[in-house]
């Protein structure tokens, strides 16, 4: 066998190629190194049919995202401080200003997006991104430890990811503490789902794990699973 040729993209001043695919089109984008004289990413978006290329965009990466979600008939590229959305064409559908978003789905009637961030959880509709109803990460988490702490000094929360829950009938909300907290507790799991329904009431909580490195919800049949370091649970409603 022999080598014929040798390509290497990060020459080229690019890093970081992200991939998202819907409904036969596939969404590459590539964004430049800190070295590289541009400061705008390169999107193309590609049909996975016959591999041609459909159209290819240059926008502004004044916040080095990294991060693209593929939804039906929308693509979602965030960083810390805004959201744009595209459509198949690449053609700009909306754009929002944001502190930094942790993860986005979509509801089961396509009309809704879920946002969760480092301190809120956003409904969105799809359509224009304009807010349909806003909730604080913290006023949830207050509700479950208020009566199990004793004297602690610090707590700090951290988003671990939005999920859809029972076929969509209900948002969940995961939430970890940071290993730093300070003082005594007896708060005795430290990664919690929160179940929310799709206007932003609070349902309940579900004690996940007390840590886990490892980490991811499958929702599928009307159940979810839960899959940390060592053990998987299901779930019904």
């Not at 991060?67 to 039906?72: S, V």
């Not at 502190?99 to 396509?110: C, G, R």
């Not at 509709?125 to 602690?152: A, C, H, P, Q």
């Amino acid at each position: 066998m022999e080598l014929l040729a040798e390509f290497k993209p990060f020459l080229l001043g690019y890093k970081n190629i992200q991939f998202a695919e819907d409904n036969g089109i596939l969404i590459a984008v590539a964004y430049p190194t800190k070295t590289h004289h541009s400061n705008k990413l390169k999107m193309y978006f590609i049909n996975t049919n016959n591999g041609n290329l459909i159209s290819e965009k240059e926008i502004y990466d004044n916040f080095s995202t990294s991060e693209i979600f593929a939804l039906d008939n929308l693509f979602i590229l965030y960083g810390e401080g805004w959201i744009n959305a595209f459509d198949a064409k690449g053609n700009l559908k909306w754009d929002r200003t944001f502190d930094k978003p942790i993860s986005v789905f979509e509801d089961n009637e396509s009309k809704l997006i879920y946002i969760v961030s480092k301190s809120k959880i956003f409904c969105l509709k799809k359509k224009n991104g304009r807010t349909k109803w806003i909730k604080k990460i913290s006023d949830f988490y207050e509700l479950n430890i208020d009566k199990m702490l004793k004297s602690v000094v610090k707590i700090t929360v951290v988003p671990m990811g939005i999920y859809r829950l029972f076929d969509g009938s209900e948002i969940g909300v995961v939430v970890g503490q940071m290993k730093g907290t300070i003082g005594e507790s007896n708060l005795k799991h430290q990664i919690i789902l929160l179940r929310l329904d799709k206007k932003g009431k609070f349902l309940g909580t579900v004690d996940l794990a007390v840590k886990s490195v490892v980490f991811k919800l499958i929702s599928e049949n009307g159940t979810f699973k839960i899959i940390t370091d060592d053990q998987v649970n299901t779930y019904s409603k």
